[in-house]
């Protein structure tokens, strides 16, 4: 029979490029965004995470990106490097009934090519 | 490095068989989860819970079951393995206060069931 498979979203850079990834998110009344990496074998490891009531914030090399009017979040990698290439996945949470259980997206695979 | 674990890594079963998935955590934290995710794919939420002795179900019904009689032990339990079972199991904790909405996961372990 037939089957139909989903295609993992990629994106391929060049060492030294900035990569830029991109989420949309569906729940409004969502507090937090947060950014996984996951690199092959390994669970999801934390990145950056941004308040509802933000729409920048900086760590190191990334920047998570946030338009609320859109329901957009973006995770920017400067100077990507072969150690950046993994899944990305981004999440939102809600403290309804201060629960903060997250919904995951589905991945990004980053493919830096040296 | 999050201090999760998760065994066994790898574990190759016969249909039909009850199969426990360990999880432990050294951070202390009261909140614990197992995810079922698809090579690439996004995390489903099976199970998670609150503290000792609280368990809820997660949007996926995978025929599981969890128990939590102490902080640092969430073991999950398939009574009669299917090979609809076949996937990666993520455990994952995560912490009160400030860092509430950060999950740490373990390193998986990967089920097939044949």
């Known amino acids: 029979g037939e089957s139909v498979g989903l295609h993992l979203p990629t994106l391929s850079v060049q060492e030294g490029d900035n990569s830029i990834i991109n989420c949309a998110y569906s729940?409004?009344?969502?507090?937090?965004f947060i950014w996984y990496k996951q690199e092959s074998g390994k669970g999801p490891q934390f990145i950056i995470d941004?308040?509802?009531?933000?729409d920048k914030r900086q760590g190191q090399r990334v920047t998570v990106l946030l338009n609320k009017t859109v329901k957009h979040l973006s995770l920017q990698i400067a100077a990507t490097q072969p150690g950046d290439s993994a899944v990305y996945f981004c999440a939102e949470t809600s403290a309804s009934g201060g629960s903060y259980i997250p919904t995951f997206g589905r991945g990004t695979s980053l493919i830096v090519h040296p | 490095e999050a201090d999760i674990y998760q065994t066994p890594r790898y574990l190759v079963i016969g249909t039909g068989k009850k199969i426990t998935l360990e999880c432990s955590q050294t951070m202390g934290h009261d909140k614990m989860y197992w995810y079922q995710q698809d090579p690439g794919m996004e995390l489903h939420l099976i199970h998670y819970?609150?503290?000792?002795?609280?368990?809820e179900k997660g949007d996926l019904s995978s025929e599981s079951t969890v128990s939590r009689i102490r902080t640092e032990h969430f073991p999950l339990t398939l009574e009669s393995a299917r090979p609809s079972h076949t996937s990666q199991y993520l455990c994952?904790?995560?912490?009160?206060?400030?860092?509430?909405?950060?999950?740490?996961f373990g390193a998986g372990t990967r089920l097939s069931v044949l």
């Open positions: 819970s609150y503290g000792v002795n609280s368990t």
């Open positions: 994952a904790s995560s912490p009160q206060g400030r860092a509430k909405n950060i999950q740490y």
């Open positions: 941004i308040r509802s009531n933000m």
């Open positions: 729940n409004s009344a969502s507090d937090y």
